[in-house]
């Protein structure tokens, strides 16, 4: 049985009803749906090593914390949570889903929470149960402890915390991003569920095996509704999702789609498309001043689990097991959307990127580095036309991650910019192409081709 919540300063606590007989039927389906599936005080050491944190609140939802924070971790460090799908547990996720290689190389704190025997027989975080999935309560509130105890003990930057899940865990990302808008910049959804899709296990079956017919402003509110008084910046989201996924209907995929485009209020048409490895699409939905607020990524042929890509390559990672399939490293994708190879990079979607006219971007031999997001000084369109009319102008076509490489661009949040104009070329890798040509000094535009 779950235990009773504590009392919650500004939400009156629901009881937490267990299913006893009858739901035990719904509990075995849920388990085929996922088993398929400020500044602080340096009080902790980094160990890189997954820790299980003893005691980190009041914690009303009856989980386990557990955390990595690499020695690499340097002062106002992004924290990411990662939750587990049923039937797996903390270190599953550690071992198989690569977080911990980027958290190395890039320098952030992982938290891995994990759910109980004592609280779901299948070990699946409760993401259809008010009084577990609603703001500052159950397991959601849990899980805010959670980031609360990181807060409190190391030096996390309040503005780049970031959640993501898998199955079960990932319809616990999308309630968190809903109920807490104030406290993640952005999520990652993998094969998993809208926020607030189900009020109860038994609704949660129509949410997992079919569509559920409501428009585009009905799943909004559904997001939206979770926080009513917010009204700041929303989490920018991904969303991926196996095209043979047979456990949770790949219809949730475009409803999840349907809800965070209304939630941002844009087109659901995308703004771009793209084919990268792993026979996945991704989409792209930007929002009006032109930064990507909603990703998808549809994996052809692949059924319930996280998208993994073992190898030694800076976009492979993870393990194969169950529901960790190769394909396509997902979580390296999403931690560049995060801009979490750049530790300065900035989580404002509407922010336009920046490069300093002073110094040319560079990027070290594994990727990992990117210029600075926040630097303030750009060349203009006026400095363009007032530079020299003599100015030898040349024109480079490289892959935008040759162009980074060579210093002509630089990247933020997973895109390239051209130096200078600050034009967007597209994803950063070496799958998109792009011409430039240099006007002046340091100041490059795209162009249809070079001469």
């Keep these: 049985m779950h235990q009773q919540p504590t009392h919650h300063p500004h939400h009156t606590p ?76 903390a270190n599953d996720y550690y071992s198989d889903s690569g977080w911990p290689k980027y958290a190395d190389l890039w320098g952030f704190d992982v938290v891995f929470p994990q759910q109980t025997s004592s609280n779901n027989s299948e070990e699946c975080f409760d993401w259809f149960t008010p009084s577990d999935d609603s703001r500052g309560d159950g397991e959601a509130a849990s899980i805010i402890q959670m980031v609360d105890y990181m807060e409190a003990h190391y030096s996390i930057n309040p503005s780049r915390i970031y959640v993501t899940g898998l199955s079960a865990g990932a319809g616990m990302t999308a309630d968190l991003l809903a109920d807490y808008p104030d406290v993640f910049a952005s999520g990652s959804i993998d094969s998993g569920l809208p926020a607030q899709c189900a009020t109860s296990q038994t609704v949660a079956y129509t949410c997992m095996d079919s569509a559920v017919s409501k428009t585009v402003a009905q799943w909004a509110a559904l997001a939206k509704n979770s926080d009513p008084g917010y009204t700041g910046t929303w989490p920018t989201v991904q969303i991926w999702q196996g095209s043979a996924d047979y456990t949770v209907s790949t219809s949730n995929f475009t409803e999840l789609m349907d809800q ?165 070329m597209g994803l950063w890798n070496t799958f998109y192409v792009t011409s430039l040509e240099e006007t002046s000094p340091n100041y490059y535009i795209i162009v249809s081709a070079c001469p």
Aim: aromatic letters at 8%; hydrophobic letters at 40%; glycine letters at 10%.
């Design 260 to 424: 965070w485009t209304g939630v941002w209020g844009v087109s659901q048409t995308a703004s771009s498309t793209a084919t990268l490895t792993g026979g996945t699409t991704e989409s792209i939905y930007d929002n009006a001043a032109g930064a990507p607020v909603v990703e998808t990524f549809s994996v052809s042929g692949m059924g319930h689990g996280l998208a993994v890509s073992p190898g030694s390559g800076t976009d492979d990672c993870g393990a194969t097991g169950a529901y960790f399939l190769s394909y396509i490293c997902s979580s390296y994708y999403t931690a560049l959307f995060w801009g979490l190879n750049s530790t300065s990079a900035s989580t404002s979607p509407s922010a336009s990127p920046s490069v300093s006219a002073s110094a040319s971007p560079s990027v070290s031999a594994s990727a990992s580095a990117s210029p600075s997001a926040s630097a303030s000084a750009s060349h203009s369109a006026s400095a363009s036309a007032s530079a020299s009319s003599t100015y030898a102008t040349s024109c480079y076509t490289a892959s935008n991650y040759a162009q980074t490489t060579a210093g002509r661009a630089y990247q933020s949040g997973g895109y390239a910019y051209a130096n200078g104009s600050n034009q967007k």
């Design 14 to 89: 629901q009881p937490v009803a267990r299913a006893v007989s009858a739901v035990a039927v719904v509990l075995a389906v849920l388990a085929a749906m996922l088993y398929a599936v400020g500044t602080a005080t340096p009080a902790l050491a980094n160990t890189s090593t997954l820790t299980q944190v003893g005691s980190f609140g009041a914690n009303p939802g009856a989980l386990q914390m557990y955390d990595y924070v690499p020695t690499t971790a340097a002062a106002n460090a992004p924290l990411v949570i990662a939750l587990h799908g049923c039937t797996q547990s």
